[in-house]
Nanobody
Framework: QVQFVESGGGLVQLGGSLRLSCAAS????????IGWFRQAPGKEREEVSC????????SYTDSVKGRFTISRDKVQNTVSLQMNNLKPEDTAVYHC????????????????????WGKGTQVTVSS
C-alpha cells in the first residue's frame, strides 16, 4: 500500500523556521517529480515547490524563492522542505504528492497529474 506521510509542521512566529518532511512507503520516489503543495483556508491549493527525484531539477513558486529549500534523500526515500523567514501568509496545510506523469518538474504540470496525497501537516505563522 502506497502512503505519503508529511510531518514537521507547527506554530512559529514571524521570521521563524520549520523543516517539513515527506516520507513515502510502498513507493519509490526515484524517477518522479515530487511536489510540495499548500492550501490555506478559503484558498485554492497551490504548488510551493517541486523536485525531480532523479535529476534534481528544482522549482519554487515566486512567493517562497529565497526562503524555502527543497531537497531529497534517496536512501531514506524522503523529500524535505526547509522553510526559513516564515510569514503569516505561509500559514496553510502542506501536502506532498508524486507526479505520476512526469519525471521532471514543469510549469505545465497540473494538479490532476499528482497522486498519493498525504493528510498534510499544518503550518501556522503568527505575527
Amino acid at each position: 500500500q502506497v502512503q505519503f506521510v508529511e510531518s514537521g509542521g507547527g506554530l512559529v512566529q514571524l521570521g521563524g523556521s520549520l523543516r517539513l518532511s515527506c516520507a513515502a512507503s510502498g513507493f519509490s520516489l526515484d524517477g518522479y517529480a515530487i511536489g510540495w503543495f499548500r492550501q490555506a483556508p478559503g484558498k485554492e491549493r497551490e504548488e510551493v515547490s517541486c523536485i525531480s527525484s532523479s535529476t534534481g531539477d528544482i522549482s519554487y513558486t515566486d512567493s517562497v524563492k529565497g526562503r524555502f529549500t527543497i531537497s531529497r534523500d534517496k536512501v531514506q526515500n524522503t523529500v524535505s522542505l526547509q522553510m526559513n523567514n516564515l510569514k503569516p501568509e505561509d500559514t496553510a496545510v502542506y501536502h506532498c504528492a508524486a507526479n505520476l506523469m512526469r519525471s521532471r518538474c514543469s510549469a505545465f504540470a497540473r494538479e490532476y497529474e499528482y497522486a498519493y496525497w498525504g493528510k498534510g501537516t499544518q503550518v501556522t505563522v503568527s505575527s
